[in-house]
T-cell receptor, first 113, second 113 residues
Framework: EADIYQTPRYLVIGTGKKITLECSQTMGHDKMYWYQQDPGMELHLIHYSYGVNSTEKGDLSSESTVSRIRTEHFPLTLESARPSHTSQYLC????????????FGPGTRLLVL | AQSVTQPDIHITVSEGASLELRCNYSYGATPYLFWYVQSPGQGLQLLLKYFSGDTLVQGIKGFEAEFKRSQSSFNLRKPSVHWSDAAEYFCAVGAGSSYKLIFGSGTRLLVRP
């Protein structure tokens, strides 16, 4: 069982607020990922990181930003939340080798009013 | 470009019946293939994966999948479905050395008592 945590699990917030979604893993994995998932839809990669001080944008354009100052921590920030940001955000991590399993956190459900 | 197709949006089976969920992929080289399961409000849990070798792979919870290169398929099977198997199932293909996963749109499994 993978040890990857996301907080908060649920967040309801008003338009224009700044929010940070937390993601932490205790497995020492180099690679971490953020996915956005709308209800009943596939996952879309919005950010990923190969290691400390490495961040890349994913396939789906997102107004969010990420940082990777520590190996175990990969927070996602929205400077000004909008209703269009309402979605589920899933964090994942994988070891630092060739293509292999990604381990997922429980997700954060975000509702922007 | 890599892509994954799960042609069935919903599938309903009776408890105890057999199950097959379809997955077709598009990828130029030998793919890395995954099946994940997502229960309501939860993150994704890995069921099984194929990297190389035996084309029939066994996973957790009694699931198995068969890689068929000629058909570009990686269908998931279970001989006898339990009510607890009701969930969303996602097929994914590894996008080569970039470590990214491309997900299908998912198949929602409903289990009749």
């Amino acid at each position: 069982e993978a040890d990857i945590y996301q907080t908060p699990r649920y967040l309801v917030i008003g338009t224009g607020k700044k929010i940070t979604l937390e993601c932490s893993q205790t497995m020492g994995h180099d690679k971490m990922y953020w996915y956005q998932q709308d209800p009943g839809m596939e996952l879309h990669l919005i950010h990923y990181s190969y290691g400390v001080n490495s961040t890349e944008k994913g396939d789906l354009s997102s107004e969010s930003t990420v940082s990777r100052i520590r190996t175990e921590h990969f927070p996602l920030t929205l400077e000004s939340a909008r209703p269009s940001h309402t979605s589920q955000y899933l964090c994942a991590s994988s070891p630092g080798q060739n293509q292999e399993t990604q381990y997922f956190g429980p997700g954060t459900r975000l509702l922007v009013l | 470009a890599q892509s994954v197709t799960q042609p069935d949006i919903h599938i309903t089976v009776s408890e105890g019946a057999s199950l097959e969920l379809r997955c077709n992929y598009s990828y130029g080289a030998t793919p890395y293939l995954f099946w994940y399961v997502q229960s309501p409000g939860q993150g994704l849990q890995l069921l099984l994966k194929y990297f190389s070798g035996d084309t029939l792979v066994q996973g957790i919870k009694g699931f198995e999948a068969e890689f068929k290169r000629s058909q570009s398929s990686f269908n998931l099977r279970k001989p006898s479905v339990h009510w607890s198997d009701a969930a969303e199932y996602f097929c994914a293909v590894g996008a080569g050395s970039s470590y990214k996963l491309i997900f299908g749109s998912g198949t929602r499994l409903l289990v009749r008592p």
